[in-house]
């Protein structure tokens, strides 16, 4: 390769990795409590979870002073009576969510990966509160059943989606 081949490969090289660190930074500036934590510091976790991250060479985005929470969560949502959990996982430059079906460690797929974004967060919606909005959203229509959880992807304080399991399939809406 041409030496000048060479210095425009670095040179994008380097503006990827400034971009990526002033977009950490500008979160910092707004949320100085925004931290990436490694699996080991995410006591809460089964330990086949933390391990499984840890191979993976997971990072997890967390803002500690919230009392919501966020980014390592557990719920049903695979079906009812089920404890699965979900995690906000950062590795290289793609984050996605991992899950943990009855927390064992499988080989699913990562779900909706996508560059990194620090601002972007998931949590817990409810059967309750998914059975509200639909009914809110489209009120002229039966709403569909929900008997678990699903979980709200977006960055912070912009519109989100939300997953949930149905035969077999991750549906977002």
Same mark, same amino acid.
């Given at each position: ?25 500008e979160?910092r ?14 006591r ?12 993976l ?7 500690m ?9 557990? $719920?049903?949502?695979?079906? #009812?009576? @089920?404890?699965?959990?979900? &995690?906000?996982?950062?590795?290289? =430059? ?27 967060t ?27 959880? $699903?979980i709200?992807?977006? #960055?912070? @304080?912009?519109?989100?989606? &939300?997953?949930?399991?149905?035969? =077999? ?5």
């Amino acid at each position: 390769m041409k030496p000048s081949r060479w210095f425009a490969v670095l040179l994008v090289l380097l503006c990827a990795v400034a971009t990526a660190q002033t977009s950490v930074e500008e979160v910092r500036k707004k949320w100085p409590d925004f931290r990436y934590l490694d699996p080991g510091q995410l006591r809460e976790l089964p330990e086949v979870v933390r391990a499984d991250m840890e191979k993976l060479g997971c990072r997890v985005p967390k803002f500690m002073r919230w009392d919501a929470r966020h980014n390592v969560i557990q $719920g049903q949502f695979f079906k #009812p009576g @089920q404890t699965d959990w979900a &995690v906000l996982c950062q590795v290289g =430059d793609k984050t996605g969510i991992l899950l943990y079906p009855g927390g064992a460690a499988t080989d699913l797929p990562m779900l909706r990966s996508q560059p990194t974004d620090p601002t972007r967060t998931i949590h817990v919606v409810s059967a309750f509160v998914l059975q509200k909005r639909a009914v809110r959203d489209h009120p002229d229509e039966p709403p569909p059943a929900f008997d678990h959880d $699903g979980i709200e992807d977006g #960055p912070i @304080q912009k519109a989100s989606q &939300v997953i949930y399991h149905r035969d =077999d399939e991750w549906m977002e809406f």
